[in-house]
């Protein structure tokens, strides 16, 4: 069975970059779609990327565009998110998830009640 867990995550200062890592355990990860999503409190969560089985698609979220990059490694079983040129309304916890599918077409939008197993979360703060 599938499991995911994030890491990485911390505080960083408006601008700085970081990175989050989703690690696959129970199965291997190239055989799933997997997705970031991220809460903020008292906010609905919400989609950010995802990535195809193969890495050939990606999508992301408006609000991330040119600046998030999702990476995906099957040998190393790891979906990592490349977050660059942090602001402070990315902060929230992050999640990683499998997922039905991951279309190249438009913005990320597979809502996160489609999400299959999801991993713990980990907490992201852009502040100075």
């Known amino acids: 069975q599938l499991q995911l867990a994030e890491s990485g995550g911390g505080l960083v200062q408006p601008g700085e970059s970081l990175r989050v890592i989703c690690t696959a355990s129970?199965?291997?990860?190239?055989?799933?779609?997997i997705g970031w999503y991220r809460q903020a409190p008292g906010k609905e969560r919400e989609g950010v990327s995802c990535v195809s089985t193969s890495e050939l698609i990606t999508n992301y979220a408006d609000s991330v565009i040119g600046r998030f990059m999702i990476l995906r490694d099957n040998a190393k079983n790891t979906v990592t998110l490349q977050m660059n040129n942090l602001k402070p309304e990315d902060t929230a916890v992050y999640f990683c998830a499998e997922i039905p599918e991951c279309s190249p077409y438009g913005s990320f939008s597979v809502p996160y009640a489609r999400a299959v197993t999801w991993g713990q979360g980990i907490q992201v703060t852009v502040s100075s």
């Open positions: 129970g199965e291997r990860l190239d055989y799933y779609v």
